[in-house]
């Protein structure tokens, strides 16, 4: 099955500066690739996904780039704000659209 | 539209006791699908759905049962709780492979076994 690794673990970063959170997947076959927030005590919430189609996607301030060739993904969230403070997870599926997740990446925003 | 609806939030259990997680969406979206979430470990697959009287095995689908007879219901039965099924259980649901728009994960549903 798919394997989807991410790092870093945690991200501390100065409100205003950049955020970079980067995933690794195994399946070749992997065409989707969303990224989540989750909020303490909530479930998770579609930021934004990037299909195998397209190399990079933006969204405001953030953007995701796909690298098929060497397998990773990435989510770059520029100037920070507190908000931003949240667990981030990549995901990667297949065409029969299972999700396999990354561990989870904690970022916070300091003031 | 109120999404996914998840209850209970909070439950204990006694080990060997049997209970069943309710999930409910109203936006007529064909695929559903039941994570557990554990501490480092992201959320992982149990079972999922691709539309009303369809089922299939995930990642981690042992000591857990489903069913889904509606298009807006995806019940998850424990059948005899452990100590190791002591998570967080979110139910996500998503309008398909066609259009591939993205899982909407209900609030969660916090378990522990003692």
């Known amino acids: ?111 | 539209n109120a999404g996914v609806t998840q209850t209970p939030k909070f439950q204990v259990l006694k080990t060997g006791q049997s209970m069943t997680l309710q999930c409910a969406q109203d936006m007529n979206h064909e695929y559903m699908s039941w994570y557990r979430q554990d501490p480092g470990m992201g959320l992982r697959l149990i079972h999922y759905s691709v539309g009303a009287g369809i089922t299939d095995q995930g990642e981690v689908p042992n000591g857990y049962n489903v069913s889904r007879s509606t298009t807006e219901d995806f019940p998850l039965r424990l059948l005899s709780a452990a100590p190791s099924q002591t998570s967080v259980y979110f139910c996500a649901s998503s309008r398909g492979m066609e259009d591939q728009g993205g899982y909407t994960f209900g609030s969660g549903t916090r378990l522990t076994v003692v």
């Open chain 1, 1 to 111: 099955g798919e394997n989807v690794e991410q790092h870093p673990s945690t991200l501390s970063v100065q409100e205003g500066d950049s955020a970079v959170i980067k995933c690794t997947y195994s399946d070749s076959a992997s065409n989707y690739f969303p990224w989540y927030k989750q909020e303490l005590g909530k479930g998770p919430q579609l930021i934004i996904d990037i299909r195998s189609n397209v190399g990079e996607k933006k969204d405001q301030r953030i953007a995701v780039t796909l690298n098929k060739t060497a397998k990773h993904f990435s989510l770059h969230i520029t100037e920070t704000q507190p908000e931003d403070s949240a667990v981030y997870f990549c995901a990667a599926s297949t065409y029969d659209y299972k999700l396999s997740f990354g561990a989870g990446t904690t970022v916070t925003v300091r003031a």
